[in-house]
C-alpha cells in the first residue's frame, strides 16, 4: 500500500484518535481501502463491469467499438447474403449497387443458384489489415497490390463493391451481371463486382488485377 493512499491514511487516523474503537469498526475502515485498491486495479479488466461509454455516446453504448464490424459471417457462423442488410458488410453498400445485386439474386434464385456475399463494404482498417496481409503473404506491396487496394483506393471502404459467391453465383454474374450494370472489375478475380455500366448496357474488359 502505498504511503500517499488517501483510504489508508484515513484508518491509520481513525486508529490513532480512537484507540478504544473495536476490531470490528477498524476492519471495516480497512475494508473500504482494500474495495477501493481492488476497483483501481480490476475494476475495468475482463469479466469485470465494461468501462463506461465516452461523453456523448449513446445511451447503452460499450466503451469499446465492435472489432469486426465489416465481417461477412453472421453470428452463427452463416454467410451473408444480399438480403442481410443489418449487418454493415452489406446494409453500408452503395443503394444502387445493393438494389442491383438483391435484384440479381432474385433472378439466379429462379436457376437455382444463391448468392452469398463473401464481403461487401469494409472499414479503412480493415482494408490495412487485409493489404498488409497480404505484403506477408506475396513478400512486397508492389505484388500485394495485384489483389487488395490501398483503403484510399479500395471501391470495398466506398460501398462501391461486393465480392460474390460461390463459383456458380460468380459465373452467372460474369455471363448475366450486365443486365443490372453489374460487370466483374479484374481478371483475376472473378468474385469481384462492381456497377460499371447501365442495366442493360455492356461491360467495360476487365482490368488484369487491382494494381490497375
Not at 436457376?111 to 506475396?138: C, M, P
Not at 513478400?139 to 497490390?145: K, N, P, W
Not at 472489375?185 to 474488359?205: I, K, Q, R
Request: charged share 25%.
Amino acid at each position: 500500500m502505498h504511503d500517499d493512499d488517501p483510504t489508508a491514511n484515513e484508518a491509520a487516523t481513525a486508529v490513532r484518535r480512537s484507540p478504544g474503537r473495536t476490531a470490528t469498526t477498524v476492519g471495516a475502515v480497512a475494508a473500504v481501502a482494500v474495495a477501493a485498491l481492488a476497483v483501481t486495479l480490476w475494476g475495468t479488466g475482463p469479466g469485470n463491469k465494461p468501462a463506461a461509454p465516452a461523453a456523448g455516446a449513446p445511451p447503452g453504448t460499450s466503451a469499446v467499438a465492435p472489432e469486426d464490424d465489416d465481417d461477412s459471417e453472421q453470428p452463427d457462423g452463416r454467410p451473408l447474403t444480399p438480403f442481410d442488410t443489418r449487418y454493415p458488410a452489406v446494409g453500408r453498400l452503395d443503394a444502387g449497387l445493393l438494389k442491383a445485386v438483391q435484384e440479381a439474386a432474385r433472378d439466379a434464385r429462379a436457376d437455382g443458384i444463391e448468392f452469398r456475399v463473401t464481403s461487401g463494404w469494409r472499414t479503412k482498417d480493415h482494408q490495412q489489415r487485409l493489404l498488409d496481409e497480404a505484403v506477408k503473404r506475396y513478400g512486397s506491396t508492389e505484388r500485394a497490390r495485384q489483389y487488395v487496394s490501398t483503403p484510399q483506393k479500395s471501391a470495398h471502404v466506398t460501398g462501391k463493391a461486393v465480392d460474390i459467391g460461390p463459383t456458380d453465383a460468380d459465373d452467372w454474374l460474369i455471363r448475366k451481371g450486365a443486365r443490372y450494370g453489374l460487370c466483374q472489375v479484374y481478371n483475376n478475380e472473378m468474385w469481384h463486382f462492381e456497377l460499371l455500366t447501365s442495366p442493360g448496357g455492356t461491360c467495360p474488359s476487365p482490368l488484369t488485377d487491382a494494381a490497375g
